[in-house]
């Protein structure tokens, strides 16, 4: 069954520990993406990556870090060092396309990561 | 700034009455406009995508405007149905091409449909 498998569904993170989150997809798609989804804001792009082994920070980058070793898997690694990371996290892929203005962007199911 | 602002923020409707979410926008360079339906809990789903030259796309019961000359768009949803409950979510492509091209999104409107 094709698409984007975010992993867990809920965690709950102590203060000062690091967690991550995976994204897994078997789309083929090249680019992979991080949000963020805060109450009342649009989603926010934390990295995104075009190709294995190459990634980029987007706007709310610090905090944050990943990886691609891999076409199907983005784990994002949300460290001590993000001040308020409570917040719903979406994965997202778009395949490589001749009309890439035009190409969607596929989401996974989210995982809410809550601090206690 | 490349923005997008939605309005309402949230509303409430009864079921089978219809609707109309507004989006206005800033991005410049505009390339698309897709409007996403995001269940509670879920990642947002593609409902519609408007480019330059479209004025109306219809996918079932939503239907989608735009005007590009004053980079406005609605999202009319007709004999709402208690599963059309969710957040609605514009989101604009600047027209740069690459994959690095930021999505521009919009918070999205809270829509709850009554019995």
């Known amino acids: 069954d094709g698409g984007i498998t975010q992993s867990p569904k809920y965690l709950f993170r102590k203060e000062g520990q690091n967690v991550t989150l995976s994204c897994e997809q078997n789309l083929n798609h090249d680019a992979m993406y991080w949000y963020r989804q805060d109450p009342g804001q649009g989603l926010r792009l934390i990295y995104y990556?075009?190709?294995?082994?190459?990634?980029q920070k987007g706007d709310i980058a610090e905090g944050y870090s990943v990886s691609r070793e891999k076409k199907e898997s983005f784990p994002l690694t949300v460290t001590s060092a993000q001040k308020n990371p409570t917040a719903f996290y979406l994965c997202?892929?778009?395949?490589?396309?001749?009309?890439?203005?035009?190409?969607?962007?596929?989401f996974g199911q989210g995982t809410r990561l809550t601090v206690v | 700034k490349n923005q997008v602002e939605q309005s309402p923020q949230s509303l409430i409707i009864l079921e089978g009455k219809n609707c109309t979410l507004q989006?206005?926008?800033?991005?410049?360079?505009?390339?698309?406009l897709r409007w996403y339906k995001q269940d509670t809990g879920r990642g947002p789903v593609s409902l519609t995508i408007m480019t330059f030259s479209e004025n109306t796309k219809s996918n079932g019961r939503y239907t989608a405007t735009l005007d590009a000359d004053t980079k406005q768009s609605s999202l009319h949803i007709t004999a709402s149905q208690l599963s059309d409950s969710a957040s609605y979510i514009c989101?604009?492509?600047?027209?740069?091409?690459?994959?690095?091209?930021?999505?521009?999104f919009g918070a999205g409107t809270i829509l709850r449909v009554k019995s």
């Open positions: 990556s075009q190709i294995v082994n190459d990634f």
């Open positions: 989101v604009v492509s600047p027209g740069e091409m690459e994959y690095g091209n930021k999505l521009v």
């Open positions: 997202a892929t778009r395949p490589r396309d001749s009309s890439i203005q035009n190409t969607e962007a596929f």
């Open positions: 989006c206005n926008y800033t991005v410049s360079p505009f390339s698309n």
